[in-house]
């Protein structure tokens, strides 16, 4: 079994410490084989904000847990105009991470994340053309039996979230194509601060399948409708177990699993009582 600890939106700047203290809290309890950050470290992309996010990654990274990350809208600069257009993610190089696309390949796994935050819009993720080549050969190489798992900050898919619809990303015709030509088996993102879990094809009817695992906010205190959470993602052998951990007050307690089994070219979620095959 490989073990995923998702986090997204964790907005520092304007995060509670008890949340912060919480996640580590948990990331040594549950040992996953990686975390995976889905965009918005910071607030407002403030220099303070990056180095506090800075010191919580240093302090996961120093108890020995893998991190990988992608950055959010929140991560470029607002009212910084010069900066946002000429320098977006120069402070996201400097703390968080040099590569805006990393890739990692852990046993069971291939973990593709890519930037979908841009300087020309204010909330909106977009996704290009030497992106979308890039899923295409990065996942080429990959072993076949691995789950491909491909990290955004914006979701590809318009979802529903409390009574509104929200926009799919930019040029989602392209990332539809990527990840089907791609093979592409889970895609993660955040940005709504809204956790939840479909096949790809309840949400788009061309395209091929993918499990669409979406994150809440994990330290934020700008909630939406939910209490804070993040996700743990267990996988093996065809099978997906989804797991929200919601934020109760007090502590991080599991709110919500959903099983999921890979067949037949889809995704379909298993009732609580039914066996694998």
């Known amino acids: 079994m490989t073990r995923l600890m998702h986090l997204s939106d964790l907005h ?29 470290f910071t607030q407002r992309a403030r220099t303070e904000q990056f180095r506090e996010a800075c010191e919580f990654l240093e302090r996961l990274r120093d108890r020995g847990h893998e991190v990988l990350g992608v950055p ?59 992106q979308v080549e890039f899923i295409r050969e990065t996942f080429a190489g990959t072993r076949a039996e691995a789950v491909r798992i491909l990290v955004t900050h914006h979701p590809l898919f318009a979802l529903k979230v409390g009574a509104e619809t929200t926009p799919a990303i930019g040029r989602q015709e392209l990332a ?59 996988t093996a052998e065809g099978l997906a177990t989804i797991t929200v951990n919601g934020w109760n007050g007090e502590d991080f307690r599991p709110t919500d699993a959903k099983r999921y089994q890979s067949a037949d070219g889809r995704w379909r979620q298993l009732k609580s009582e039914e066996p694998a095959h």
């Not at 990331?27 to 965009?39: C, E, H």
């Not at 089907?180 to 788009?204: I, P």
């Open 12 to 40: 520092f700047g304007a995060h509670d410490e008890a949340l912060v203290e919480a996640v580590e809290w948990h990331a040594d309890a549950l040992k996953p084989d990686l975390i995976v950050i889905s965009g918005d």
């Open 72 to 130: 959010g809208n929140h991560d470029v600069p607002l009212y910084d105009v010069l900066r946002r257009f000429l320098s977006p993610l120069t402070r996201y190089r400097r703390f968080i991470d040099e590569t805006l696309c990393p890739f990692i390949e852990l046993p069971g796994i291939a973990v593709l994340g890519i930037n979908t935050a841009r300087s020309l819009t204010f909330k909106d993720g977009r996704i290009n053309d030497r």
């Open 176 to 234: 539809l194509d990527a990840i089907q030509d791609a093979g592409v088996d889970m895609l993660l993102a955040g940005h709504h601060h809204h956790a939840s879990s479909h096949d790809a094809s309840e949400l788009v009817t061309r395209v091929g399948s993918a499990l669409v695992v979406q994150a809440g906010t994990a330290t934020s205190t700008r909630v939406r409708e939910q209490e804070q959470s993040f996700n743990t993602i267990d």
